[in-house]
């Protein structure tokens, strides 16, 4: 590995440098065993010149929405909301999200970079108040047993309307 920081004679050419340099590393066997060797390099759609970076992401498992500009990252986030606080434990918790959403929201007003789409802050009591709404207990329908009437009262008058 020394060599590849070796520079490059005065007087020669680059690509006759360069054909040296790999002549020298095949005749070590620097190329010997390499992932993917005798594999066909995989070709893409011919019609599209993304497709390295679509099978890159297929591949890594990472979703294509971060390829969006900032803004509409930013509007996809807002729209799945309702979603992400959907299993929340608390009113706190909820308010934590919004709280994390609305910082990059500002960051991104105050330097905002793509195509200028409309971005504005979360009101974090509206966003609470449907949290609320998702996750208020199913009422149950009050139980109407009749009671068991108790021992009669003993035949007379009430001590509390005793004469003296």
């Known amino acids: 590995m020394a060599s590849v920081t070796e520079r490059k004679p005065p007087g020669v050419s680059f690509e006759s440098w360069i054909d040296k340099q790999i002549r020298l590393a095949q005749e070590r066997g620097d190329f010997d065993d390499l992932p993917g060797s005798g594999k066909p390099i995989p070709a893409g759609d011919v019609d599209d010149e993304l497709w390295w970076v679509k099978n890159y992401l297929r591949r890594e498992n990472l979703p294509t929405d971060s390829l969006l500009p900032t803004p509409l990252q930013l509007r996809k986030e807002i729209e799945r909301l309702p979603d992400t606080i959907r299993g929340l434990p608390s009113e706190q918790s909820v308010r934590d999200v919004v709280a994390q959403l609305n910082l990059q929201i500002v960051a991104w007003l105050r330097a ?25 207990p199913a009422r149950k329908p009050p139980v109407t047993a009749t009671p068991e009437p108790d021992d009669p009262p003993p035949a007379g008058r009430r001590w509390w309307r005793r004469k003296r």
């Open 112 to 136: 905002p970079s793509g195509p200028r789409i409309p971005v504005s802050p979360i009101d974090a009591n509206e966003v609470v108040a449907t949290w609320r709404q998702q996750n208020r």
